[in-house]
């Protein structure tokens, strides 16, 4: 059961919707070496600075990485990005310079430095502040010095680039400088002790308040008033026990602002796509805290190593605090936040409403996690307001992608929530009085409300802080630079635009939640359809033109007769109309058939009995067939250029054919033979049912097979959904299959466009797991489909990063068409490519990359897949990827025969273990252990039991005979080994009994009489890498070898000397032991006597 948050938390929530780790992968700033030190984050940059002196600045737009600025005097210790002019940029170093940096995008120059100071050599400068109007930037230092570095610049006027301005220090202040802060000519200096405040243009100092501190607290300067009619700013400073002063201008504290019982609330939940957010209600204590550092936008925002706190002073309240792990700086720009974290790592947050929240995460298709948020802050999701964002449709059509089996608790809680929203009348009411107020407006009779905005005015929506985040947040849409989601929006709007006309040849009906068609394919229709039009015309004119057509009257002399004008249909139109009415019967009959059909499958009887279930589908088979099915499956292509375009069979303004070659993926995935068009896509690739787009290809001798991306005739929606539906139900049950595996490749090239893309996928790793044909087919018909997308010309350039780096930009990624530019990747650069493929589990799962790539390749992106995971997490989650079971033995299997020992090194000629071959590294010895470690039925344990033997992995052959209790087998090949060793450790099989301690002495005896231990020179490496030449008896440690008399001592160790040598004399086993055995048996002995007179003397003391 999801906790409520209260009503009075509800306003705010925190959020992360992005990983920047593929980012600081491509910038290689996630390894030990180089790490992130510090950063600064404007409208347009995001300014990262590294403990090796450089600077990289990425552009928010697309997360691209813009320059990289170096330093050789030591690495960045901290960078501030001017907050008027995004041209400039302040480092610096950790020996004290202090860089103004010019960065000349906007002339396309190169960066250079404009302004230099040393004026803190050899102090550690702990704050940068830029001046809010002029090209100044303040820094502090550990010693408490302020500094003034102005920076020269053309922009400033002729001849200011030339001028050198002298670098002014400040002042100097008691302690550390903590924080600097600058509004209105007014410096604020925080320190460990106190805050003082400086007139930069009178050159006059104040004192904040009259109490001194002790510690890092901050302080900075907040405007008053809304974003259009800003006020003068309050000085805010950091206080010890969670406290602020608000101080004015002069340096008078006005009032105190005590938080420490106002934190005495629960944290609200911090809401990623890592984890599920957990509330837990229950009230917390009050915090008295320090406040490092306060960053300001429109509230006041702090931080602890632990968690982030966000105050609004002008009420006295907090907005909200959420529980962050090592944060150790915080850059904010607007609503949302750049942490850094001890780690080096960074994160992206984002401070929006709940229901906007919900909206990003559903536009993700986060669809679980929008749930849980719903639920969680119901209180805010309920009201009117938040019908603007979440109307109630798209709250239906979150619990309709819930699953009904698994998630029949979370769907539960939120049919709760949708009982309890307000109407939508209080909304529509709101909404009118906000637009009446200031705008004028007219209603559509569909409902809609037309807006025309006056000039000049600004509604109270737009002032308001909520509504303006709104803003920013459809600004950062945008930063992924070719996403489906992005499409959408552009897309309705192109079609709402074409809905305002008057005059339109076409009719674009945007449908709520349904995919649209990307720009270019929108594009494409316009400019077929223009053309065809205009290809008609030209045809109509010409024959009006000819005269030949036209009926004559009969001018015969003498006769007078009446001119009559007959009108005949031509040929064309006749054929034409033909055609219309045929084609209407057929698809009446195909929906009769499917009716009929989806009728039969909805009877349990009929549903669960696989025979009755294909009776019904291969009835329906044939009408599709007759119906939606080509004519000539296969014809020349020469044809095709023979005919005019005039006689050409008219392709309805719904269908397209790609014509490919049968094995496209058997040669080059990236060079297909056929292309749907010369035009560059801006995105994703989605085919549209409305596309007229036909592919053509060049002629070939041969012919060629078609594969139908679309359907030959227009569809309705209903029939297409039913059609879907019982085209994969004919193909999971293998109905194509009576005609061999190629029926079955047929039918999915012919109806590829009535397929559910994600769901054949499924088929293909399970059903036809074997055939590797009918993937061969699907992945040519995914191969065409993509292959307008924009990605595919990036891939094709060879620069294996930047194809990365596109895929990554378009999450949330479809399986299908993922996995299609994989397979172009896979081609282009082989193993280096997958090795870098577990980043996009769990959407391309390790069944797709088998199918994908050979045995050699797919064993290292297996490896580092469980490698990414946290170690104490790795053997379940091994386990989770088992899908079927069978794929354990397959997996093993790679592993034993690929980068391993060579049996002949492992194996003597009989099968037996050869001496010290268990020394050998295994290339997975990693995967191996955790592959023999999981959970098995015995069948299965005991085939593993086998492959290792017959493989030489001794040590998975060690284990799995502990599991199985196979405990002589064991020990005979530990005495084979020699290796004392393998007894101790948590994986040793130590005998357990004074008869197993006999039978190991036993084997023991037998298997060094019949073999002898090799020279020295002959081991394997050992574990630590090294091994020894030497044969002598000083260097080699005797003591580990599976000798009798180490087993005896062992076995004297565990039972006592009398009663282990009594054992053995009594079982005949003879016991010759050297002098330094016999030794050890006395110390044994007398170490004995004395333990028992110790405890006799204890217990008659006691």
Same mark, same amino acid.
């Given at each position: 059961?999801?906790?409520?948050?209260?009503?009075?938390?509800?306003?705010?929530?925190?959020?992360?919707?992005?990983?920047?780790?593929?980012?600081?992968?491509?910038?290689?700033?996630?390894?030990?070496?180089?790490?992130?030190?510090?950063?600064?984050?404007?409208?347009?940059?995001?300014?990262?600075?590294?403990?090796?002196?450089?600077?990289?600045?990425?552009?928010?737009?697309?997360?691209?990485?813009?320059?990289?600025?170096?330093?050789?005097?030591?690495?960045?210790?901290?960078?501030?990005?001017?907050?008027?002019?995004?041209?400039?940029?302040?480092?610096?170093?950790?020996?004290?310079?202090?860089?103004?940096?010019?960065?000349?995008?906007?002339?396309?120059?190169?960066?250079?430095?404009?302004?230099?100071?040393?004026?803190?050599?050899?102090?550690?400068?702990?704050?940068?502040?830029?001046?809010?109007?002029?090209?100044?930037?303040?820094?502090?230092?550990?010693?408490?010095?302020?500094?003034?570095?102005?920076?020269?610049?053309?922009?400033?006027?002729?001849?200011?680039?030339?001028?050198?301005?002298?670098?002014?220090?400040?002042?100097?202040?008691?302690?550390?400088?903590?924080?600097?802060?600058?509004?209105?000519?007014?410096?604020?200096?925080?320190?460990?002790?106190?805050?003082?405040?400086?007139?930069?243009?009178?050159?006059?100092?104040?004192?904040?308040?009259?109490?001194?501190?002790?510690?890092?607290?901050?302080?900075?300067?907040?405007?008053?008033?809304?974003?259009?009619?800003?006020?003068?700013?309050?000085?805010?400073?950091?206080?010890?026990?969670?406290?602020?002063?608000?101080?004015?201008?002069?340096?008078?504290?006005?009032?105190?602002?005590?938080?420490?019982?106002?934190?005495?609330?629960?944290?609200?939940?911090?809401?990623?796509?890592?984890?599920?957010?957990?509330?837990?209600?229950?009230?917390?204590?009050?915090?008295?805290?320090?406040?490092?550092?306060?960053?300001?936008?429109?509230?006041?925002?702090?931080?602890?190593?632990?968690?982030?706190?966000?105050? =609004?002073?002008?009420?006295?309240?907090?907005?909200?605090?959420?529980?962050?792990?090592?944060?150790?700086?915080?850059?904010?720009?607007?609503?949302?936040?750049?942490?850094?974290?001890?780690?080096?790592?960074?994160?992206?947050?984002?401070?929006?409403?709940?229901?906007?929240?919900?909206?990003?995460?559903?536009?993700?298709?986060?669809?679980?996690?929008?749930?849980?948020?719903?639920?969680?802050?119901?209180?805010?999701?309920?009201?009117?307001?938040?019908?603007?964002?979440?109307?109630?449709?798209?709250?239906?059509?979150?619990?309709?992608?819930?699953?009904?089996?698994?998630?029949?608790?979370?769907?539960?809680?939120?049919?709760?929530?949708?009982?309890?929203?307000?109407?939508?009348?209080?909304?529509?009411?709101?909404?009118?009085?906000?637009?009446?107020?200031?705008?004028?407006?007219?209603?559509?009779?569909?409902?809609?409300?037309?807006?025309?905005?006056?000039?000049?005015?600004?509604?109270?929506?737009?002032?308001?802080?909520?509504?303006?985040?709104?803003?920013?947040?459809?600004?950062?849409?945008?930063?992924?630079?070719?996403?489906?989601?992005?499409?959408?929006?552009?897309?309705?709007?192109?079609?709402?635009?074409?809905?305002?006309?008057?005059?339109?040849?076409?009719?674009?009906?945007?449908?709520?939640?349904?995919?649209?068609?990307?720009?270019?394919?929108?594009?494409?229709?316009?400019?077929?359809?223009?053309?065809?039009?205009?290809?008609?015309?030209?045809?109509?004119?010409?024959?009006?033109?000819?005269?030949?057509?036209?009926?004559?009257?009969?001018?015969?002399?003498?006769?007078?007769?009446?001119?009559?004008?007959?009108?005949?249909?031509?040929?064309?139109?006749?054929?034409?109309?033909?055609?219309?009415?045929?084609?209407?019967?057929?698809?009446?009959?195909?929906?009769?058939? =499917?009716?009929?059909?989806?009728?039969?499958?909805?009877?349990?009887?009929?549903?669960?009995?696989?025979?009755?279930?294909?009776?019904?589908?291969?009835?329906?088979?044939?009408?599709?067939?007759?119906?939606?099915?080509?004519?000539?499956?296969?014809?020349?292509?020469?044809?095709?250029?023979?005919?005019?375009?005039?006689?050409?069979?008219?392709?309805?303004?719904?269908?397209?054919?790609?014509?490919?070659?049968?094995?496209?993926?058997?040669?080059?995935?990236?060079?297909?033979?056929?292309?749907?068009?010369?035009?560059?896509?801006?995105?994703?690739?989605?085919?549209?049912?409305?596309?007229?787009?036909?592919?053509?290809?060049?002629?070939?001798?041969?012919?060629?097979?078609?594969?139908?991306?679309?359907?030959?005739?227009?569809?309705? =929606?209903?029939?297409?959904?039913?059609?879907?539906?019982?085209?994969?139900?004919?193909?999971?049950?293998?109905?194509?299959?009576?005609?061999?595996?190629?029926?079955?490749?047929?039918?999915?090239?012919?109806?590829?466009?009535?397929?559910?893309?994600?769901?054949?996928?499924?088929?293909?790793?399970?059903?036809?797991?074997?055939?590797?044909?009918?993937?061969?087919?699907?992945?040519?018909?995914?191969?065409?489909?993509?292959?307008?997308?924009?990605?595919?010309?990036?891939?094709?350039?060879?620069?294996?990063?930047?194809?990365?780096?596109?895929?990554?930009?378009?999450?949330?990624?479809?399986?299908?068409?993922?996995?299609?530019?994989?397979?172009?990747?896979?081609?282009?650069?082989?193993?280096?490519?997958?090795?870098?493929?577990?980043?996009?589990?769990?959407?391309?799962?390790?069944?797709?990359?088998?199918?994908?790539?050979?045995?050699?390749?797919?064993?290292?992106?297996?490896?580092?897949?469980?490698?990414?995971?946290?170690?104490?997490?790795?053997?379940?989650?091994?386990?989770?990827?088992?899908?079927?079971?069978?794929?354990?033995?397959?997996?093993?299997?790679?592993?034993?025969?690929?980068?391993?020992?060579?049996?002949?090194?492992?194996?003597?000629?009989?099968?037996?273990?050869?001496?010290?071959?268990?020394?050998?590294?295994?290339?997975?010895?990693?995967?191996?252990?955790?592959?023999?470690?999981?959970?098995?039925?015995?069948?299965?344990?005991?085939?593993?039991?086998?492959?290792?033997?017959?493989?030489?992995?001794?040590?998975?052959?060690?284990?799995?005979?502990?599991?199985?209790?196979?405990?002589?087998?064991?020990?005979?090949?530990?005495?084979?080994?020699?290796?004392?060793?393998?007894?101790?450790?948590?994986?040793?099989?130590?005998?357990?009994?004074?008869?197993?301690?006999?039978?190991?002495?036993?084997?023991?005896?037998?298997?060094?009489?019949?073999?002898?231990?090799?020279?020295?020179?002959?081991?394997?490496?050992?574990?630590?890498?090294?091994?020894?030449?030497?044969?002598?008896?000083?260097?080699?440690?005797?003591?580990?070898?599976?000798?009798?008399?180490?087993?005896?001592?062992?076995?004297?160790?565990?039972?006592?000397?009398?009663?282990?040598?009594?054992?053995?004399?009594?079982?005949?086993?003879?016991?010759?032991?050297?002098?330094?055995?016999?030794?050890?048996?006395?110390?044994?002995?007398?170490?004995?006597?004395?333990?028992?007179?110790?405890?006799?003397?204890?217990?008659?003391?006691?």
């Amino acid at each position: 059961m999801i906790p409520v948050v209260p009503v009075e938390s509800c306003t705010h929530v925190l959020a992360e919707f992005d990983c920047l780790d593929p980012l600081l992968s491509a910038l290689r700033l996630d390894s030990g070496r180089i790490r992130c030190t510090c950063l600064s984050v404007s409208r347009k940059w995001l300014a990262l600075g590294t403990s090796a002196g450089g600077l990289h600045l990425i552009q928010r737009d697309g997360w691209k990485q813009k320059l990289i600025l170096t330093h050789k005097e030591g690495s960045v210790t901290q960078v501030s990005c001017c907050p008027h002019d995004e041209d400039f940029i302040a480092v610096a170093t950790s020996q004290g310079l202090v860089v103004v940096w010019e960065l000349h995008l906007e002339r396309r120059g190169r960066p250079e430095r404009v302004s230099v100071s040393w004026e803190h050599r050899g102090q550690t400068v702990t704050s940068l502040c830029w001046d809010t109007a002029a090209l100044r930037v303040f820094a502090g230092d550990v010693g408490g010095k302020v500094s003034c570095v102005r920076a020269g610049s053309s922009k400033l006027g002729k001849g200011s680039a030339f001028v050198i301005f002298p670098i002014q220090t400040i002042t100097t202040v008691d302690s550390r400088v903590v924080q600097l802060g600058y509004s209105d000519g007014h410096l604020v200096v925080s320190s460990l002790s106190r805050c003082y405040l400086c007139d930069t243009e009178r050159e006059k100092f104040w004192r904040v308040g009259n109490k001194e501190r002790d510690g890092e607290f901050g302080a900075c300067f907040l405007q008053q008033g809304s974003a259009g009619q800003r006020g003068q700013a309050l000085l805010y400073c950091a206080r010890p026990g969670s406290r602020l002063w608000e101080a004015s201008f002069a340096g008078e504290v006005l009032s105190t602002h005590q938080f420490k019982q106002l934190l005495a609330c629960p944290p609200l939940p911090l809401v990623s796509y890592k984890n599920e957010p957990h509330f837990n209600p229950a009230q917390a204590s009050p915090q008295s805290l320090a406040f490092p550092r306060l960053l300001h936008d429109q509230n006041l925002l702090t931080w602890t190593d632990s968690a982030i706190y966000i105050f =609004t002073p002008h009420s006295g309240q907090v907005l909200l605090w959420t529980e962050v792990k090592d944060v150790v700086e915080i850059s904010v720009f607007r609503n949302e936040l750049f942490c850094l974290h001890g780690d080096g790592r960074l994160s992206h947050l984002s401070l929006m409403s709940p229901e906007r929240c919900v909206e990003r995460l559903m536009k993700r298709e986060n669809w679980t996690l929008a749930t849980t948020v719903c639920c969680m802050f119901q209180h805010a999701i309920i009201t009117s307001r938040a019908r603007k964002s979440l109307p109630i449709d798209r709250l239906e059509q979150l619990k309709a992608q819930l699953n009904s089996g698994s998630q029949q608790q979370l769907i539960g809680q939120l049919e709760e929530v949708i009982s309890k929203l307000e109407p939508l009348d209080s909304a529509c009411s709101s909404r009118r009085s906000s637009i009446s107020s200031h705008e004028s407006f007219n209603v559509l009779d569909c409902g809609i409300y037309r807006v025309i905005s006056r000039r000049g005015s600004q509604s109270d929506d737009d002032s308001s802080s909520l509504a303006n985040q709104s803003m920013l947040e459809e600004e950062r849409l945008k930063e992924f630079s070719f996403t489906e989601e992005e499409q959408v929006e552009n897309d309705s709007q192109s079609v709402c635009g074409e809905a305002d006309r008057s005059d339109t040849s076409l009719q674009f009906l945007p449908l709520p939640f349904r995919s649209k068609p990307p720009r270019v394919a929108l594009q494409a229709v316009r400019d077929s359809v223009s053309s065809f039009v205009k290809k008609t015309t030209e045809k109509i004119n010409t024959l009006q033109m000819n005269t030949d057509l036209w009926p004559r009257p009969d001018f015969r002399e003498g006769v007078h007769t009446e001119v009559t004008a007959t009108v005949t249909p031509l040929p064309e139109e006749v054929e034409l109309n033909a055609e219309q009415s045929s084609s209407e019967s057929e698809l009446q009959e195909l929906k009769a058939a =499917t009716k009929k059909a989806i009728s039969q499958i909805q009877d349990p009887m009929v549903l669960l009995d696989p025979v009755c279930l294909s009776d019904v589908l291969r009835e329906w088979a044939p009408v599709l067939e007759r119906v939606l099915g080509p004519e000539d499956h296969t014809r020349p292509t020469e044809t095709h250029e023979e005919k005019p375009l005039e006689e050409e069979e008219i392709v309805s303004s719904m269908s397209c054919c790609v014509v490919v070659q049968p094995d496209i993926y058997s040669a080059n995935l990236d060079e297909p033979a056929a292309t749907l068009t010369e035009e560059e896509d801006h995105g994703e690739s989605t085919p549209c049912s409305t596309a007229p787009v036909r592919a053509l290809s060049s002629p070939l001798a041969n012919h060629v097979e078609l594969i139908q991306l679309f359907s030959p005739k227009p569809l309705p =929606t209903d029939l297409q959904a039913d059609l879907s539906q019982l085209a994969c139900l004919y193909l999971e049950m293998g109905c194509p299959g009576r005609g061999g595996i190629e029926s079955v490749c047929v039918f999915l090239r012919r109806y590829f466009f009535l397929l559910d893309q994600e769901r054949v996928r499924k088929m293909c790793m399970l059903r036809y797991r074997e055939h590797r044909k009918v993937m061969k087919a699907y992945i040519a018909g995914m191969l065409e489909f993509t292959q307008a997308s924009k990605v595919v010309e990036v891939i094709q350039k060879g620069d294996l990063l930047k194809s990365l780096r596109s895929l990554r930009e378009l999450q949330p990624w479809n399986a299908p068409l993922l996995l299609s530019h994989l397979y172009r990747l896979y081609d282009k650069h082989g193993e280096v490519a997958v090795r870098a493929y577990p980043q996009f589990y769990p959407t391309i799962l390790p069944s797709d990359i088998m199918a994908m790539a050979l045995p050699s390749h797919f064993l290292p992106y297996l490896d580092n897949l469980v490698q990414s995971r946290a170690e104490q997490q790795r053997l379940s989650f091994l386990g989770s990827l088992l899908q079927p079971e069978t794929l354990r033995q397959d997996w093993l299997e790679l592993a034993l025969s690929h980068d391993a020992p060579q049996k002949d090194d492992t194996l003597t000629a009989d099968g037996q273990p050869r001496w010290h071959s268990h020394f050998f590294s295994w290339g997975y010895g990693r995967l191996l252990s955790l592959l023999i470690r999981l959970p098995a039925d015995l069948a299965s344990k005991q085939k593993m039991l086998e492959m290792c033997r017959t493989h030489g992995y001794w040590m998975g052959y060690l284990y799995l005979c502990r599991e199985l209790q196979r405990r002589p087998e064991a020990f005979s090949a530990i005495c084979r080994l020699d290796d004392m060793t393998l007894l101790e450790g948590d994986d040793g099989i130590v005998p357990q009994s004074l008869d197993e301690w006999v039978l190991f002495l036993q084997l023991s005896q037998q298997i060094s009489s019949s073999i002898e231990a090799p020279p020295t020179s002959a081991l394997p490496s050992n574990p630590n890498g090294s091994c020894s030449d030497d044969t002598n008896d000083d260097s080699t440690d005797w003591s580990i070898r599976v000798s009798p008399e180490n087993i005896i001592l062992r076995l004297v160790r565990v039972f006592g000397p009398d009663r282990a040598l009594t054992a053995l004399q009594e079982r005949g086993i003879p016991v010759d032991l050297s002098s330094r055995s016999t030794l050890v048996c006395d110390l044994l002995r007398v170490a004995e006597k004395r333990q028992s007179m110790l405890e006799f003397y204890s217990k008659h003391i006691s």
